[in-house]
């Protein structure tokens, strides 16, 4: 079996969020379960490109519109990632230093178009076609429709939504985009009058995953309008959970961080690291220490943050960090308790690839309030840390936080409310200052694996299932 997975992002060449961590890991557990698995990816401007060489292994010409562009199949010179990476090269619309912009739909159409060309030419064919997120949701239809790609139509496709909430729309004069296809099944890229490539995607995908179990029956009631859609759709699709990178996120070998420990001497391994931050956020070290990282976005929760932070760090019994970018508006708000609370609250508010491990490595507690989260890897990432995760009981995070009330290892909590993550805070203080539990649920939960060894075969038996359709 061979499968490609078509992405806009792959860590460690594009990261804009957990998508980049997802197609960055879970091929390589695909190989190592015996899958051949690639990815295919745009060419960005970033460091990754400006350090690495480059071959080319196939050019042509596609169109999008009115217009041609150029385009180029790259692969890396040496092989210096863990996976095999494929690079649509089309310098005019791809080769910028962000991964997205407000008006993506050239880049990605075009992008798609160059992958589906290309796959036409390819000898051997892959056997699955794995895309993730709206940026590869007009494969599926194109495939089905576009008469074209009528030899690719055979190959069983699945695409795998990381977040509903984006869906890529487009206005219908924008349609000529797309190769021909019979006109009478325009309906296919329609959702509510405008061209919606994530609902497309869903209509003609062969299957439709969601990044865990509960999201996939939340979609349902709550999927920024695809809610009937997914109902609908309901026999294709299936919750399957991330896993993690557990060679990348490893606190024995991180080399981001201060010192390297394991769940045997994780007493000294977390004091070292905490210690490091509380030197460099300003902190006293001997208070529990709280820290948030992600987009600063209303699916975070983020905006319930400053008015909770002013109230719970008036009794400066905890620290928090801040790291994160996102709305303005919520920037502004949690920048300016800085100097209210110097001491015990602090913020990065950017985006820190190498700061975000040694949080994971030094803070105590891990607060995720989200109001949606298909998966959530940062819970995941602070387990294997022995950080201990308090969020919002909601998507994934319902799936891996068991509350200690509950026998587990974590806080939860249900509503997406100030008043719910200040009781939760509390609870966690309190847990805190019981040094023999805070100490036993921390060294507990590094225990725990959720690497992608077990979903990374849940996937292959989803493709193995699609071979005999
Ligand atoms: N400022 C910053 N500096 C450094 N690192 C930062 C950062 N902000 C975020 N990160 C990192 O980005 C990743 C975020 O991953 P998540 O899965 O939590 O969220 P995201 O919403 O991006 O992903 C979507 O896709 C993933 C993958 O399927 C789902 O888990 C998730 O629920 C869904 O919303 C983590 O690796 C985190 O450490």
Same mark, same amino acid.
């Given at each position: 079996?061979?499968?490609?997975?078509?992405?806009?992002?792959?860590? !460690?060449?594009?990261?804009?969020?957990?998508?980049?961590?997802?197609?960055?890991?879970?091929?390589?557990?695909?190989?190592?379960?015996?899958?051949?698995?690639?990815?295919?990816?745009?060419?960005?401007?970033?460091?990754?490109?400006?350090?690495?060489?480059?071959?080319?292994?196939?050019?042509?010409?596609?169109?999008?519109?009115?217009?041609?562009?150029?385009?180029?199949?790259?692969?890396?010179?040496?092989?210096?990632?863990?996976?095999?990476?494929?690079?649509?090269?089309?310098?005019?619309?791809?080769?910028?230093?962000?991964?997205?912009?407000?008006?993506?739909?050239?880049?990605?159409?075009?992008?798609?178009?160059?992958?589906?060309?290309?796959?036409?030419?390819?000898?051997?064919?892959?056997?699955?076609?794995?895309?993730?997120?709206?940026?590869?949701?007009?494969?599926?239809?194109?495939?089905?429709?576009?008469?074209?790609?009528?030899?690719?139509?055979?190959?069983?496709?699945?695409?795998?939504?990381?977040?509903?909430?984006?869906?890529?729309?487009?206005?219908?004069?924008?349609?000529?985009?797309?190769?021909?296809?019979?006109?009478?099944?325009?309906?296919?890229?329609?959702?509510?009058?405008?061209?919606? !490539?994530?609902?497309?995607?869903?209509?003609?995908?062969?299957?439709?995953?969601?990044?865990?179990?509960?999201?996939?029956?939340?979609?349902?009631?709550?999927?920024?309008?695809?809610?009937?859609?997914?109902?609908?759709?309901?026999?294709?699709?299936?919750?399957?959970?991330?896993?993690?990178?557990?060679?990348?996120?490893?606190?024995?070998?991180?080399?981001?961080?201060?010192?390297?420990?394991?769940?045997?001497?994780?007493?000294?391994?977390?004091?070292?690291?905490?210690?490091?931050?509380?030197?460099?956020?300003?902190?006293?070290?001997?208070?529990?220490?709280?820290?948030?990282?992600?987009?600063?976005?209303?699916?975070?929760?983020?905006?319930?943050?400053?008015?909770?932070?002013?109230?719970?760090?008036?009794?400066?019994?905890?620290?928090?960090?801040?790291?994160?970018?996102?709305?303005?508006?919520?920037?502004?708000?949690?920048?300016?308790?800085?100097?209210?609370?110097?001491?015990?609250?602090?913020?990065?508010?950017?985006?820190?690839?190498?700061?975000?491990?040694?949080?994971?490595?030094?803070?105590?507690?891990?607060?995720?309030?989200?109001?949606?989260?298909?998966?959530?890897?940062?819970?995941?990432?602070?387990?294997?840390?022995?950080?201990?995760?308090?969020?919002?009981?909601?998507?994934?995070?319902?799936?891996?936080?068991?509350?200690?009330?509950?026998?587990?290892?974590?806080?939860?909590?249900?509503?997406?409310?100030?008043?719910?993550?200040?009781?939760?805070?509390?609870?966690?203080?309190?847990?805190?200052?019981?040094?023999?539990?805070?100490?036993?649920?921390?060294?507990?939960?590094?225990?725990?694996?959720?690497?992608?060894?077990?979903?990374?075969?849940?996937?292959?038996?989803?493709?193995?299932?699609?071979?005999?359709?």
């Amino acid at each position: 079996m061979n499968v490609i997975h078509v992405s806009a992002e792959c860590y !460690p060449i594009a990261k804009v969020g957990g998508l980049g961590d997802v197609v960055g890991s879970l091929p390589k557990y695909q190989q190592q379960a015996g899958v051949g698995a690639r990815v295919v990816m745009p060419f960005y401007d970033n460091k990754f490109t400006a350090a690495h060489k480059f071959e080319s292994v196939y050019e042509s010409e596609l169109v999008l519109g009115e217009n041609n562009f150029s385009y180029r199949i790259l692969k890396l010179k040496k092989e210096v990632l863990d996976i095999d990476v494929l690079f649509v090269d089309i310098p005019e619309l791809l080769f910028k230093d962000y991964v997205y912009s407000a008006d993506d739909t050239a880049r990605f159409t075009a992008f798609q178009i160059a992958v589906m060309d290309w796959m036409l030419t390819l000898k051997t064919k892959p056997s699955i076609i794995h895309c993730h997120d709206h940026h590869t949701g007009l494969i599926p239809f194109m495939a089905q429709e576009c008469f074209k790609y009528e030899s690719l139509n055979k190959i069983p496709n699945i695409l795998t939504i990381h977040n509903a909430q984006y869906q890529g729309w487009f206005a219908h004069d924008k349609v000529h985009y797309l190769p021909a296809f019979d006109i009478s099944n325009i309906g296919l890229l329609d959702w509510d009058g405008v061209i919606n !490539p994530l609902a497309a995607g869903i209509k003609c995908a062969w299957r439709v995953t969601t990044v865990s179990p509960s999201y996939m029956e939340e979609l349902q009631q709550a999927a920024n309008g695809l809610e009937s859609l997914l109902s609908h759709e309901n026999q294709k699709c299936v919750g399957i959970l991330n896993g993690i990178d557990a060679d990348v996120w490893n606190p024995e070998t991180d080399e981001f961080i201060t010192k390297n420990y394991s769940a045997k001497n994780i007493q000294t391994g977390k004091t070292a690291n905490k210690k490091r931050l509380c030197k460099e956020f300003g902190f006293s070290a001997s208070k529990p220490l709280f820290a948030f990282i992600g987009r600063l976005v209303l699916e975070k929760g983020a905006d319930l943050l400053p008015e909770v932070f002013d109230e719970i760090l008036s009794k400066k019994e905890c620290n928090i960090l801040v790291l994160g970018s996102g709305d303005p508006e919520v920037e502004d708000s949690l920048k300016a308790l800085k100097k209210k609370h110097k001491g015990v609250y602090n913020t990065f508010i950017g985006y820190d690839e190498k700061l975000s491990h040694l949080i994971y490595a030094g803070a105590d507690f891990l607060l995720m309030p989200s109001r949606v989260e298909p998966c959530g890897l940062n819970q995941l990432y602070s387990l294997r840390y022995g950080t201990i995760p308090v969020v919002r009981s909601i998507g994934g995070l319902k799936d891996t936080v068991i509350d200690v009330e509950d026998g587990g290892f974590g806080f939860s909590h249900q509503d997406a409310s100030g008043d719910n993550i200040l009781q939760t805070l509390n609870r966690a203080i309190a847990f805190y200052n019981d040094k023999p539990e805070f100490k036993k649920t921390r060294k507990h939960i590094m225990s725990i694996d959720h690497s992608w060894n077990v979903s990374a075969q849940k996937y292959i038996d989803l493709y193995n299932s699609l071979k005999s359709d």
